[in-house]
């Protein structure tokens, strides 16, 4: 659960150092001038979360709180795509243990990210389609580079968006623009990501999306950390609450929805789609 930690107020110095990674699906910078660490998502070529990366995520994520980093910055090593969601092949056909693991690993990043007293901030450096956007949507702050897209998009997979999953999206957005953009399984360009809200800005690379994702969280260096962390929690707390007393349920809602056979005939199609599209491109 939620534990804010005193952070020291000094800003460190020297040269930038690598926090060793469970595996080579994450890694994990810190800047030892300012104290940020970047966690950069690195499993080609679209990070789909399999449960490989979830557990990696989730891993860095802890490492970078133990640390007391000043703040931690999520990306993406892949040039197009910061995260395209849970990795379909996970939920089509499945092994049913592991689709379990999925599903609560994903609910651990979300949970772990979500609640974690340090500034938070994604530099979304290509698109950030559903389990992408709820990474995003569960920090501070979003950059966003041009020409992407954004959002949740779970309807048009046959797949409910649970409360939780939803929580960091209605944090940002109206009620009434969150209801349209799931219900509609709305994609948002940057541009139109940036005039709802969205995003916060909008950033002309990857690099310039993490000097900008710095900044913000400098913003919080004359802040008292405890205070901050506090203040965090208390709006995130009820959702978080509300999450841990539905999470077992909502595994089993989860199973029991993806081995429906119209939703897995719906995950099918979508993965040919997936497939076609490539077979075009070429
Ligand atoms: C109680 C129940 C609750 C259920 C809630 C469920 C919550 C979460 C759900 C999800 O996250 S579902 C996943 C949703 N994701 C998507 O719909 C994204 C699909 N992908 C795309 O739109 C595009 O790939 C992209 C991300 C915009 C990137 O486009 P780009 O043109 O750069 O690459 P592609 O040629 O499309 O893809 C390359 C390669 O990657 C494969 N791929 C893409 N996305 C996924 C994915 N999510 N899972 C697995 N594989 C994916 C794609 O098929 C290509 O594969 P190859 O053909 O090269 O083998």
């Not at 940020?36 to 399999?50: D, E, F, S």
């Not at 929580?167 to 799931?182: C, D, H």
């Not at 360009?189 to 709802?196: F, G, I, S, W, Y």
Request: charged share 25%; glycine share 6%.
């Amino acid at each position: 659960m939620f534990s804010p930690r005193v952070v020291s107020l000094v800003p460190r110095t020297g040269p930038r150092r690598f926090m060793s990674t469970a595996s080579k699906l994450t890694t994990v910078e810190v800047n030892d001038k300012t104290g940020i660490a970047t966690l950069t998502m690195c499993r080609p070529p679209v990070n789909g979360q399999n449960l490989e990366l979830l557990l990696d995520i989730k891993s860095s994520i802890k490492e970078i709180e133990n640390d007391s980093s000043r703040g931690l910055i999520i990306t993406s090593a892949s040039p197009k795509v910061f995260c395209a969601g849970l990795d379909i092949l996970e939920m089509h056909k499945p092994d049913q243990q592991r689709l379990r693991a999925v599903w609560t690993e994903l609910q651990n990043v979300w949970c772990a990210l979500y609640g974690i007293s340090m500034p938070t901030a994604a530099a979304i450096n290509g698109h950030a389609p559903a389990g992408g956007c709820l990474l995003a949507t569960a920090c501070e702050y979003r950059v966003m580079v041009p020409d992407c897209r954004i959002g949740l998009n779970e309807t048009q997979l046959g797949i409910i968006a649970p409360k939780w999953l939803v929580s960091g999206f209605l944090n940002i957005l109206p009620k009434r623009v969150a209801e349209r953009a799931l219900t509609q399984s709305r994609l948002f360009t940057t541009d139109e990501a940036l005039q709802e809200g969205l995003i916060d800005e909008i950033a002309n690379s990857k690099e310039e999306a993490v000097e900008k994702c710095a900044a913000f969280i400098g913003t919080f260096s004359k802040v008292n950390p405890v205070a901050r962390a506090l203040t965090k929690l208390q709006f995130r707390a009820e959702n978080l609450r509300q999450f841990h007393k539905e999470r077992e349920q909502d595994v089993e809602n989860f199973l029991s929805l993806v081995n429906r056979p119209e939703v897995q005939k719906g995950i099918g199609a979508y993965l040919e789609g997936l497939k076609k599209k490539k077979a075009n491109k070429q």
